[in-house]
């Protein structure tokens, strides 16, 4: 990259901070920054900042940018977690597109510690929920004759246990209890 462009990007960036535009403006060039610009974006960390209440390039790339898996795996994980978890910029679909079909099983580092630090946070189930609905979507499975009927008579006794009135989300209630200790440890 010409270094007087990265000047003007440095510039513009240090000007408006808080310019949606120039956000916008400088995704649409992050991955191609990242890969060849390294220097740059590690002196320039507000690049890949995800903060709810101020725009940043990530964010923008995040919410209409293309996918770009090293990139996502660049973002600070807690705060892309903190964007899933509360379901900012399309964080959920593109983190659930880059783990299942792009073969980045490992992004968030180990699974197990991602899911469980994801689901710890306040509204744990729903937060969890974020991440598998787009995995569910991304993965469909024809059902099998009969499979509703099971499925609705292994759901009955979790149902009664966590009270969840049938809303469904008892399963991620269950599954991502922080209190109790996670599914996912058993």
Same mark, same amino acid.
Do not use: C
């Given at each position: 990259?010409? @270094?007087?462009?990265?000047? #003007?990007?440095?510039?513009? /960036?240090?000007?408006?901070?808080?310019?949606?535009?120039?956000?916008?403006?400088?995704?649409?060039?992050?991955?191609?920054?990242?890969?060849?610009?390294?220097?740059?974006?590690?002196?320039? !960390?507000?690049?890949?900042? /995800?903060?709810?209440?101020?725009? @940043?390039?990530?964010?923008?790339?995040?919410?209409?940018?293309?996918?770009? !898996?090293?990139? #996502?795996?660049?973002?600070?994980?807690?705060?892309?977690?903190?964007?899933?978890?509360?379901?900012?910029?399309?964080?959920?679909?593109?983190?659930?597109?880059?783990?299942? #079909?792009?073969?980045?099983?490992?992004?968030?580092?180990?699974?197990?510690?991602?899911?469980?630090?994801?689901?710890?946070?306040?509204?744990?189930?729903?937060?969890?929920?974020? #991440?598998?609905?787009?995995?569910?979507? /991304?993965?469909?499975?024809?059902?099998? !004759?009969?499979?509703?009927?099971?499925?609705?008579?292994?759901?009955?006794?979790?149902?009664?246990?966590?009270?969840?009135?049938?809303?469904?989300?008892?399963?991620?209630?269950?599954?991502?209890?922080?209190?109790?200790?996670?599914?996912?440890?058993?």
């Amino acid at each position: 990259m010409p @270094s007087d462009v990265l000047h #003007l990007v440095a510039d513009v /960036l240090a000007a408006r901070p808080d310019d949606e535009a120039v956000a916008g403006a400088i995704s649409v060039q992050l991955p191609v920054l990242h890969r060849r610009a390294t220097a740059f974006t590690a002196a320039h !960390p507000e690049l890949y900042a /995800l903060d709810p209440h101020r725009p @940043s390039p990530a964010a923008a790339w995040l919410h209409r940018g293309r996918s770009d !898996p090293l990139l #996502l795996a660049a973002l600070d994980r807690g705060q892309l977690l903190a964007a899933v978890r509360e379901n900012l910029y399309g964080a959920a679909t593109r983190v659930a597109f880059a783990l299942l #079909l792009a073969g980045h099983h490992d992004l968030l580092g180990d699974p197990v510690d991602a899911w469980r630090e994801l689901a710890a946070g306040s509204g744990g189930a729903a937060a969890a929920s974020y #991440l598998i609905m787009p995995l569910a979507l /991304l993965n469909p499975r024809r059902p099998r !004759p009969g499979a509703a009927a099971r499925g609705r008579a292994a759901r009955a006794p979790r149902t009664s246990r966590a009270g969840g009135g049938g809303t469904g989300t008892h399963l991620f209630q269950t599954a991502f209890d922080a209190s109790s200790g996670s599914a996912l440890a058993k």
